[in-house]
C-alpha cells in the first residue's frame, strides 16, 4: 500500500532535498505507525499525525492513502 509521508524539522534530512520533506512510500498491507518510522528510521518518539489527527498509538493500523506527518517533540518549561 501507498501512504504520504509529511517530514517536519530535522526529520527532513531523512529525505534527499529536492523532495522538501514530502514522499510517497510502499509499506505492506497492514502495517501500522510503529513500522512506518522504522521503515524512514525515525525514532518511536516522534509526534505523529496520521490525517490531520495526532497519534500515540504505533500499533495503529495504516491504510491505502493514509497521510503521515512526523515532527520533533518539543519540551519547554
Known sequence: MQI????????????????K??????LPAGSTVGEALAHLHIPSEALCAVNGQV?????????????IELFVRMGGG
Open 21 to 26: 520533506g514530502q514522499a510517497t512510500i510502499e
Open 55 to 67: 497519534e500515540r498509538d504505533r500499533g495503529r493500523p495504516l491504510h491505502e492513502g493514509d497521510q
Open 4 to 19: 504520504k509521508v509529511v517530514l517536519h524539522s530535522i526529520y527532513r534530512e531523512k529525505l534527499p532535498p529536492e523532495a
